[in-house]
């Protein structure tokens, strides 16, 4: 008996000590000491992203879906569920799961952003490429993390370290203060990010992915030089980067038009967002469809109408949903991937900020780039002399048309431009502007009184 | 010898020498505790006293050329064993070296060589002369020979001496009257004797039997039947940890202890269940929707620990000990999302007819030993062991029965269901939708069913049967036994449980009594097969009146589909396809001990015991194609099926030396020891989907898609302990206890703990003052004891930075994510216990009291605090600040009603009032609980809505709006009601009358519950309890109860306000009859002709009758499966 020798205690520490450790999961010293295991913390986020409930998920939980029912694109069909229906309606109890689930998941990505940030920089065993990209990817996950925090909920913590001392007892952060974290986060990011992505597919982040966001928030900041300047360095490109001439194929898992999209976490599974979307003929309306008065936004010749609008027959009605994603969630194979940004969106961007600038020709260049594939008559054949003010209403109506249902774009535009509650009054009468920002969820404040105060209207 | 006024002669001793008995056969009339007749206890269901706790109690004795009534003396001196022997064999002289040995030990040694035998008999030790060693014959021990009187010549009588209720009585002594011939009888109570003359007088006397005279009167067969002297005899009840033990009157510690015979007496699958209502302290409940074989609920004196959730950290599981060998307290993880959701019961290998003693440890004397495993109490397990020397046994056990769940939840009827809903409709002013299929024509009005008779009402069966061969001679014994237990499910015959179990134990001790050793295995097989979604119990309330028919015309689950917005759709949930979703389970769990001692010098042994243990698990949860609507199979919704395995393997290694000395009025005993244990543990759960066909999923290669989980961990822990004991003129009681513990559960520099204990007793009525004053009083002891016990269930590896690996690839290449916020800096955990207590016994212990105040302290907790989401996850693992407190009275009332010859009635009584209250919580306000918890308050605070009632004008449910701003949140709940146990305990009544055994047991509860709505609102598609009926429903109406309604907005309303609220909370009392227990000895005559030993019948029934204002399916498990109605009928019998 190793310790019966009852004086020297010693043994039976040792004892202790010879313990097996770990070995189904991986000691975190043992994740960061080389580039491979380094390179799975970090694919991990992605898969902690397309997973449920993330809000990057395309679920019911995800932003795309939330934000289509606050804004005026979706309608739910999930009548017993109550608390979609608040989100609907714009009038969110502060205890709505919905919102606790989006707000928990974009701080439990952000945790895994943080940590993978702070120990690579302690790695000692990692090359320093590696080291740059993978530090790059995990501040842009961060970037992109606080830029939706703080569209969706306005003033919001910030966090940029795992501590939880800190981030137990964080307060709110001014909005203008979050956007210089996400500004200086993706500078970095970009800089440090390889041109190339890391792996055979545009399923990581890179350079131009960085370039995208950043892009966008130029724009969200009225930076219409910066913008212009951070969308061409992608736009450029056009050896990597085309729009898809073929609507159908824009979110294909091969997409050129993608510039970063995610892998479904389960092989041979699609997206989140054809599940929720797509009524199936067998099981008829589950959860939502477009709302009427958006599809009868559309031109009357947009071939995204078709393409990407999907019909169902009730009986007594038709009922639109969106189509873009249309494999099933089961689908023999996998052949479509969640895309987060797409070409597109990047040349409605310049489009704007060129508009903005007073550029008119090269924003209608831009804007008919999208018009053209959507089948529709390009600005510069049929109105070429077209002003400013209504170039821009184009554009937005372009954006409209052409993002719906992808990433809160239609209701953050609502938002930014300052039209919500005069657009959204026809169908919402009792939406106020207290109603854009989401409430912060009850739950957090207990757990945090330092939350305090609550947005204006919960 | 003693006289009458001395209370250890009285009644806690009872009986020393067969000329004794003259003198205290009046007090022996009126004597406590459970009151066994010697010849009238059958072995089989009422041994008191173990073999094992012979080993436990320790003699000091001399002899040297002594005779039997020497050895006697001592031993009955310092224990309260009593003996019977021959007169005749007084002549043999017995030499018995100076030492303390266990009373085993002592008789071993003291009649080795001299050709007597001993034997226990109830509490009685039996000399015997063994029948093959004619000891008492005049060649061995030369017997004068009186002078004949007669000149007739000699001859031999023979006969059969029995209890007026016909059993045979070994061991009596039969003297021819004015001789010192004499003999005893043998095991099948026949004597023989030589007589001088038809004269002579036989004279027969025996401890507890009326001394009886016959004549021979020329007669060679004289049977005899003895008369009860109404003595009895108090059981010496021996309570201790499996490092020590002592006389429950010694003892410094509160331990309840619950036997064999009450055990038995209820036909429960798990041997924690048999505690329920019989032990003070000790809370039991089933865990609704939890199959048998699932874990059981056990809280002792109640929640210390925060930490409640999961299978790997609830941190208020108590340490199970069988036969010595620790096993893990976790439930086994199971694969079920459903009906095992809270695991297997660890202990489910263990058939409760096979366990000798269940002891429950509660305060700081009797867990520290246990150290860092102690702090919510132990449950020591000991299985039945070998029988004594001589004879072979076999002990045959078995029951059959019927189980039911009693449906007693008052629903509306069709007729007020579809009032309810036209008028919800008619309140809301809407028409009926095209999905509210029982108004809007799709279903059949006209059709009324019973759901809770339809889906509940069927009936169980169990099976139970267990064989037990015992045996051994002098030196060696052993125990071999099987059993099988199995029970179909009252909500469909094809599901069930059953159970297999082995056991094999042996005892040996070597021939100079120095060296000892015993081992014992049990194994055990479960296999369980349960429907996998709860759904289906609360189908049985939630379905309207009017719902379909389960099956279509064509025999064919109906799914009653219709049109629904252009699609065809199944109109409703069928709930057999709940019962399509299936779970088989099966465990293996085996446990074999080794412990071995020599005694190297008097009073000093060498100890060391060992064990391994397998536990080990397999389950598979599948949900078929089958089990789904027709209309919702797309391509989407294919089977899927969960695989789950676990693996737990632990060895403990635990050398020790005891010391046992006494000189003059100083007795100590120490022990010193230490423990060495490792467990590894495995698990994985492979969840397989897509499978096109319902044939393929018990194959994993079947399914389209598959995802694997897996765990695996070790762990290892090590102490060094201590005892001492200390007595001083048997009066003056002191036991201090340590420990010092290791566990690699924490990381290196937080590794040690030290835990302790110290208590003291007096047992005061062995004073002179008391004695010579207060003569009613025959026992009287106070006690206490103050210690620090802790926990390391905390789960493996917590302190550890690591990352868990995702189960699919991305791009190729693993991916993984960070499990938890890093904290390598947490330490032990500890529990401070108090506790005071007071034992008294009066009218010669007819009449015995214990009653006990208990305070348990914890502080430093290890939780799973919780942290707001901004931090990444919602909780962090480290120590709490907070103290929270465990107070409570426990009380224990024993009484002997009524004995008398033929009629016996005792009760047995225990209460227990737990409370629990947050003491202590550093800047609360500024934590993550600021409004979870309260300081001062219990940790089951709940903040809720105050429910003002009914609006007279508009129906609507009407709540206090605090801050007066129309909106309702956290700020307007300030109503604290706590989800706490009031009081619980139970009432066990036990009356024989002759062969006549009637007893019963009556548990009772008060608490307060929440969750009285199944979550369907008055008015919506769903059947509700007939109170309903109350609501409000016209302007004016003063009722407290809403109207009826079912739009979506009310509903929200109804989730988030009317369910947090006080009106679905309520305080609940119970009274169940849990057990009543009829039982007949067959006449002794009847036995012998069918050349049995030993046979009763007997009926039983489990959770007979409940009474509670509760109006849920039961006030334990709420809506959930509740306790079933159990009613067998079984026989035990010996041969």
Redesign the interface.
């Known amino acids: 008996?190793?310790?019966?020798s009852?004086l020297t205690?010693s043994s039976?520490?040792d004892?202790?000590?010879?313990?097996?450790?770990?070995?189904?999961?991986?000691?975190?010293?043992v994740?960061f000491a080389d580039d491979?295991?380094a390179?799975?913390?970090?694919?991990?986020?992605?898969?902690?992203m397309v997973d449920l409930p993330a809000y990057s998920s395309g679920s019911s939980n995800s932003i795309t879906y939330l934000a289509g029912l606050s804004s005026d694109e979706l309608i739910s069909f999930y009548?017993?569920d109550?608390i979609i229906?608040?989100i609907e309606e714009n009038k969110i109890?502060?205890?709505n799961t919905y919102i606790?689930g989006l707000?928990?998941s974009m701080?439990?990505i952000?945790?895994?952003a943080?940590?993978a940030i702070s120990k690579i920089e302690a790695s000692t065993g990692m090359t320093p490429n590696a080291k740059q990209q993978l530090t790059g990817e995990a501040l842009f996950i961060r970037a992109m993390t606080h830029f939706y925090l703080v569209n969706i909920f306005g003033n919001v913590?910030l966090?940029t370290t795992?501590s939880?001392d800190e981030?137990?007892?964080?307060s709110r952060t001014s909005e203008s203060q979050v956007y210089d974290q996400i500004l200086l986060d993706l500078v970095k990011a970009r800089d440090l990010m390889m041109e190339n992505y890391p792996?055979?597919?545009r399923?990581?982040p890179n350079k131009a992915t960085a370039s995208a966001l950043l892009a966008r928030v130029y724009l969200y900041k009225k930076e219409w030089k910066l913008a212009v300047d951070e969308a061409s360095k992608i736009l450029d490109q056009t050896g990597v980067y085309q729009l898809a001439p073929d609507l159908n194929s824009v979110f294909l898992s091969n997409s050129t038009e993608a510039i970063w999209q995610i892998?479904p976490?389960?092989?041979?599974?699609n997206t989140w967002d054809g599940?929720y979307f797509v009524i199936?003929?067998?099981?008829?309306?589950m959860y939502v469809s477009l709302r009427n008065e958006f599809i009868s936004s559309f031109e009357d010749d947009d071939q995204r109408l078709t393409a990407w609008v999907g019909t169902?027959?009730?009986?007594?009605e038709t009922l639109f949903y969106p189509f873009k994603y249309k494999a099933?969630?089961?689908?023999p194979s996998t052949t479509e991937y969640s895309v987060i940004f797409r070409l597109a969106e990047i040349f409605l961007i310049r489009a704007e900020a060129h508009a903005m600038l007073g550029n008119l020709p090269s924003a209608i260049s831009d804007i008919d780039k999208i018009r053209t594939r959507a089948g529709l008559s390009s600005i510069a054949d049929t109105n070429s002399g077209i002003s400013q003010e209504a170039l821009l209403n184009v554009i937005y109506h372009e954006r409209k048309t052409e993002l719906f249902t992808e990433w809160g774009h239609r209701w953050f535009d609502l938002k930014r431009l300052g039209t919500a509650t005069a657009e959204l009054s026809t169908l919402k009468p009792n939406i106020t502007e207290n109603d854009l920002l989401y409430p912060v969820p009850?739950a957090?404040?207990?757990?945090?009184?330092k939350?305090l105060p609550q947005n204006k209207g919960y | 010898m003693k006289n009458s006024t001395d209370r250890k002669g009285s009644a806690w001793k009872i009986l020393s020498f067969p000329d004794a008995y003259p003198r205290i056969s009046f007090i022996m009339k009126v004597s406590l505790l459970y009151l066994i007749l010697i010849c009238t206890s059958l072995q089989l269901i009422a041994e008191n006293l173990s073999g094992q706790d012979l080993d436990a109690i320790k003699v000091t004795a001399e002899l040297s050329d002594a005779p039997v009534s020497a050895l006697v003396k001592q031993i009955t001196e310092q224990t309260k064993l009593s003996f019977a022997y021959a007169e005749n064999i007084e002549r043999i002289k017995l030499n018995l070296r100076k030492g303390t040995r266990s009373v085993r030990a002592t008789l071993d040694e003291a009649f080795s060589g001299s050709g007597l035998g001993w034997e226990l008999k109830g509490n009685t030790i039996l000399v015997v002369v063994p029948a093959e060693v004619p000891a008492v014959t005049p060649a061995v021990v030369p017997v004068p020979e009186p002078l004949s009187k007669t000149p007739n010549p000699a001859f031999r009588v023979n006969g059969t001496i029995k209890s007026t209720t016909g059993e045979a009585i070994p061991g009596v002594n039969v003297v021819v009257k004015e001789t010192t011939r004499g003999t005893t009888s043998d095991a099948d109570g026949r004597y023989s004797i030589e007589v001088d003359n038809s004269d002579a007088v036989l004279v027969f006397s025996f401890i507890g039997f009326k001394t009886f005279e016959a004549s021979v009167s020329n007669r060679t067969t004289v049977d005899v039947t003895m008369e009860d002297d109404l003595a009895t005899l108090a059981s010496v009840e021996v309570v201790g940890t499996n490092y020590f033990s002592t006389e429950k009157e010694y003892s410094t510690m509160n331990i309840s202890k619950v036997e064999a015979k009450d055990i038995e007496k209820q036909p429960v699958t798990s041997p924690l269940m048999s505690l329920q209502g019989r032990m003070a302290g000790v809370d039991v409940s089933p865990v609704g929707n939890n199959g048998p074989g699932g874990a059981i609920k056990i809280l002792i004196r109640g929640q210390n620990s925060l930490r409640t959730g999961g299978a790997q950290g609830d941190g208020n599981l108590p340490l199970y000990v069988i036969d010595g060998i620790p096993i893990d307290p976790r439930p086994l993880q199971s694969g079920s999302s459903s009906v095992y959701q809270n695991g297997f019961d660890p202990l489910s290998a263990i058939n409760p007819t096979n366990i000798e003693s269940i002891q429950v440890l509660k305060d700081a004397a009797a867990t520290a030993i246990y150290g860092s495993r102690g702090s919510n109490g132990v449950v020591l397990i000991t299985t039945k062991k070998g029988g004594k020397s001589g004879g072979t046994n076999i002990d045959v056990s078995a029951y059959t029965g019927i189980a039911q769940i009693v449906p007693r939840v008052k629903l509306l009827n069709r007729n007020e269901y579809m009032e309810m809903r036209h008028e919800a409709l008619n309140n809301d002013g809407v028409e009926p939708s095209s999905?509210d299929h029982d108004l809007n024509g799709t279903w059949d009005t006209t059709r009324t069913t019973n759901w809770q008779k339809e889906l509940l009402g069927h009936t169980g069966r169990v099976y139970d049967a267990q064989v037990n061969l015992s045996g051994g001679g002098a030196n060696t014994s052993f125990l071999v036994g099987g059993g099988f237990h199995k029970e179909t499910s009252p909500v469909h015959s094809g599901f069930g449980f059953q159970r297999m179990n082995t056991q094999l134990s042996i005892n040996h001790t070597s021939s100079n009594n120095k060296l000892k050793g015993f081992a014992s295995i049990n194994y055990g097989n479960t296999k369980s097969n349960q429907f996998d979604d709860a759904n289906y119990v609360s189908s049985a309330f939630r379905l309207a009146p009017i719902s379909p028919a389960l099956h279509s015309e064509d025999g064919t689950i109906n799914w009653q589909i219709a049109?629904?917005?252009?699609?065809n759709?199944n109109t409703w949930t069928n709930p057999l396809s709940y019962l399509m979703r299936t779970h088989d389970a099966s465990t293996d769990n085996f446990i074999g001990s080794a412990n071995f001692s020599y005694e190297i010098a008097p009073g000093l042994l060498v100890k060391a015991n060992g064990g391994i243990t397998h536990l080990n698990s397999d389950d598979l949860a599948k949900t078929p194609i089958s089990s789904r609507s027709p209309?919702?199979?797309?391509?989407?919704t294919?089977g899927i099926s969960v695989f789950g395995s676990n693996k737990r393997k632990s060895w403990i290694?635990e050398?020790q030396i005891s010391y046992s000395k006494e000189l003059s009025n100083h007795k100590v005993e120490a022990v010193?020891g230490?423990?060495?244990q490792?467990s590894d543990y495995k698990m994985s759960i492979i969840r397989g989907m897509?499978y096109s066909s319902d044939a393929l999923l018990n194959s994993i290669v079947g399914a389209?898609?598959v995802?694997y989980n897996?765990?695996?961990?070790?762990?290892?822990?090590?102490?060094?302990l201590g005892h001492i004991g200390y007595t001083y003129n048997e009066k003056y009681l002191v036991n201090i206890s340590g420990r010092?513990d290791?566990?690699?559960r924490f990381g290196?520099g937080n590794?040690?703990g030290n835990f302790y204990s110290l208590s003291a007793g007096w047992i005061f009525s062995k004073e002179n003052i008391i004695t010579d004053n207060l003569q009613f009083l025959s026992f009287g002891k106070i006690r206490g004891s103050y210690g620090t016990t802790g926990s390391d269930q905390i789960g493996?590896?917590r302190f550890?930075?690591?990352?868990?690996?995702?189960p699919?690839?991305?791009?190729g290449?693993?991916?993984?994510?960070?499990?938890a916020?890093?904290?390598p800096n947490f330490a032990w955990e500890k529990t401070n216990k108090l506790e005071a207590g007071i034992e008294l016994g009066a009218i010669d212990n007819r009449i015995s009291l214990e009653v006990s105040w208990y305070r348990n302290r914890s502080s430093n907790q290890l939780v799973d605090y919780?942290?707001?989401?901004?931090?990444?996850?919602?909780s962090?693992f480290r120590n709490f600040g907070a103290t929270v407190e465990n107070t409570g009275w426990e009380v224990v009332l024993n009484t002997t009603n009524i004995t008398t010859q033929r009629f016996k009635w005792s009760t047995s009584f225990n209460l227990t009032t737990p409370k629990n209250k947050l003491v202590e919580f550093p800047d609360i306000?500024?934590s993550?609980y600021?409004?979870?918890y309260k300081v001062g308050q219990p940790l089951s605070i709940q903040y809720l809505y105050t429910y003002t009632g009914v609006n007279p004008e508009t129906g609507e449910r009407e709540f206090k709006d605090i801050d007066n701003n129309g909106a309702y949140?956290?700020r307007d709940q300030d109503l604290m009601k706590p989800l706490i146990r009031n009081y619980y305990g139970g009432i066990a009544n036990t009356f024989t009358f002759g062969n006549i055994e009637f007893s019963f047991l009556l548990q009772f509860m008060k608490f307060y519950a929440s969750e009285f709505y199944t979550g369907a609102m008055p008015g919506q598609l769903a059947n509700q309890q007939t109170d309903v009926t109350k609501r409000w429903r016209k302007e004016g109406d003063l009722t407290r109860t809403g109207k009826y309604t079912q739009s979506?907005g009310n509903?929200?309303l109804f989730?988030?306000q009317f369910l947090s609220s006080d009106a679905n909370t309520k305080q609940i009392e119970f009274l169940r009859l849990k057990t009543l227990s009829l039982s007949y000895r067959l006449p002794f005559e009847t036995v012998e002709r069918v050349k049995l030993r030993d046979a009763r019948i007997y009926l039983q029934g489990q959770n007979l009758l409940t009474f509670s204002n509760d109006t849920r399916l039961d006030p334990e498990t709420g809506y959930g499966l509740p306790p079933l109605r159990i009613v067998n009928i079984g026989v035990q019998f010996k041969l």
């Open positions: 008996m190793v310790c019966v009852l205690f039976c520490e004892f202790l000590n010879e313990v097996k450790g770990p070995t189904a999961k991986i000691e975190s010293k994740m491979v295991t390179a799975a913390a970090i694919t991990g986020i992605y898969q902690t009548r017993t109550v229906n608040e109890s502060t205890k606790l707000w928990g701080y439990k952000m945790y895994a943080n940590a913590p966090v795992t939880y981030n137990s007892k964080i792996t055979t597919e399923v990581r892998q976490s389960t092989p041979n599974f599940y199936s003929p067998w099981l008829g309306p169902y027959d009730t009986g007594s099933d969630l089961f689908a009850e957090e404040i207990l757990r945090n009184t939350l | 999905i049109e629904v917005d252009g699609a759709s209309t919702t199979i797309g391509a989407t294919k290694v050398p010193l230490t423990t060495l490792q897509g389209t898609t995802t897996n765990d695996e961990s070790q762990y290892r822990y090590t102490s060094l010092r290791g566990s690699s290196p590794r040690f493996d590896y550890y930075d690591t990352y868990s690996i995702y699919t690839l991305y791009q290449s693993v991916s993984a994510y960070p499990d916020i890093f904290n919780q942290a707001p989401l901004t931090t990444g996850f919602n962090i306000e500024n993550p600021s409004l979870t949140d956290f979506q509903y929200s989730l988030s």
